[in-house]
Nanobody
Framework: QVQLMESGGGLVQAGGSLRLSCAAS????????MGWFRQAPGKEREFVAS????????DYTDSVKGRFTVSRDNAKNSVYLQMNNLKPEDTAVYYC???????????????????WGQGTQVTVSS
């Protein structure tokens, strides 16, 4: 079965940076869109970023554009989220997800993703 394991979360001051990693197994990683989502306390899980199988197509939610960068290394079965200029409102549990079906592009709805990691906490202090 598909297994996704996030790492890299932590506590950082506003304006700081973190890099999240997600290691995947149990799927042909190079053929799946990968996504990052986040969930703050009392809120629904929301889309953050996604990257197509080849890395050619990338989407971000508006609130992170210009600050976050998603990338992937298909040779390492890994996807990354570089987060710069972090703000307190970025505080959430961040989840890595793989798409339900191979290929596809511009996936931003959580219903398009079938497998999820356990999440990693990101806390940004003001």
């Amino acid at each position: 079965q598909v297994q996704l394991m996030e790492s890299g979360g932590g506590l950082v001051q506003a304006g700081g940076s973190l890099r999240l990693s997600c290691a995947a197994s149990g799927l042909t990683f190079s053929t799946y869109v990968m996504g990052w989502f986040r969930q703050a306390p009392g809120k629904e899980r929301e889309f953050v970023a996604s990257i197509s199988a080849s890395g050619a197509y990338i989407d971000y939610t508006d609130s992170v554009k210009g600050r976050f960068t998603v990338s992937r290394d298909n040779a390492k079965n890994s996807v990354y989220l570089q987060m710069n200029n972090l703000k307190p409102e970025d505080t959430a549990v961040y989840y890595c997800a793989s798409a339900t079906h191979p290929y596809g592009t511009h996936l931003t709805d959580r219903r398009d993703f079938a497998s999820w990691g356990q999440g990693t906490q990101v806390t940004v202090s003001s």
